[in-house]
């Protein structure tokens, strides 16, 4: 206990500690909820982003196809 506070004011200094070391430690735990929330966010985005240019890509090729068909039966 330091000398220049009374016991009073020593109790009310370590309760103000505890209380803002709950408040680290809560804060740690919604980051680290977040971060993890964050991830499962960018990971499903990456995912629809994936399929969505897979579709794409066998749109497209789906299309050429038919073209090209099409340009070989039409030139029969």
Known sequence: MSKDLTPV???KKIKDMEFRQREIEDS???T????????????DFI???VEERHAYEQ????GQIASY???FLGSK
Request: hydrophobic fraction near 40%; charged fraction near 30%; glycine fraction near 4%.
């Open 59 to 62: 749109g497209k090729m789906e």
């Open 28 to 30: 740690k735990a919604l």
């Open 9 to 11: 004011q020593e109790a």
């Open 32 to 43: 680290a909820q977040a971060e993890q929330r964050c991830a499962e966010i960018m990971a």
């Open 47 to 49: 995912e629809a982003t």
């Open 69 to 71: 068909t099409s340009n």
